[in-house]
Structures are given as structure tokens and as C-alpha cells.
């Protein structure tokens, strides 16, 4: 069993938590059903067991308090980076009608 919890951690939550950061999903509910879904299959559960106790089972923390990290993580990394870094990515280069040839 800690065999495929560990691939429903490695292999399901990465794709449904790509670029959370940046994006707001619809609908969250539809993550946490995933989960709790491949969370059943793993521990041969009824489907209709609460989606709590099958992540409490397996060692998982729901999506939405894993987006909540993720989001404060990247928050945090932007806030310590340095000001000449941000407004290098901010400015894009140009070039005015003197260069162009």
C-alpha cells in the first residue's frame, strides 16, 4: 500500500497542482474528488468513504491546503528577490525606431 500512495503523491497531485501558483482552478472540488477517488482505489475503499479519512490514511494533506502553500511559497520568493532582478524581467527590451535598419 505505501508503494502506490507514494506514486499517487508522485504522479497524480504534480499534474493537478501544475502552475497553481499563477492560475486560479474553478473548481477545487474536482481536485479533492481525484484524489479521494485514487485514494479509494489504493486502499481498496468504498467510494463513498470521507475524503478526510482516506487522506488521513495515506498521509495526505487536501489540495486546497497544498495550493495554499504553494501559492505562499512562490509569494515568498518573489518578495525576497532582489529589485534589480524584478525590474529587469519587468522591462522588456525594445527597440526604438533609431535602431531599426
Do not use: F
Request: aromatic share 2%.
Amino acid at each position: 500500500m505505501q508503494l502506490r500512495a507514494r506514486v499517487a503523491k508522485s504522479v497524480i497531485q504534480p499534474i493537478l497542482k501544475y502552475g497553481i501558483e499563477v492560475i486560479d482552478p474553478p473548481n477545487i472540488g474536482k481536485y479533492e474528488s481525484v484524489m479521494t477517488q485514487a485514494g479509494c482505489v489504493i486502499l481498496a475503499a468504498n467510494r463513498h468513504s470521507a475524503a478526510a479519512a482516506v487522506r488521513g490514511d495515506l498521509g495526505m494533506v487536501s489540495i486546497e491546503s497544498s495550493i495554499a502553500k504553494k501559492r505562499a511559497s512562490a509569494w515568498h520568493k518573489m518578495v525576497d528577490t532582489p529589485d534589480e532582478l524584478l525590474h529587469a524581467v519587468k522591462q522588456p527590451k525594445t527597440t526604438g525606431p533609431s535602431q531599426e535598419a
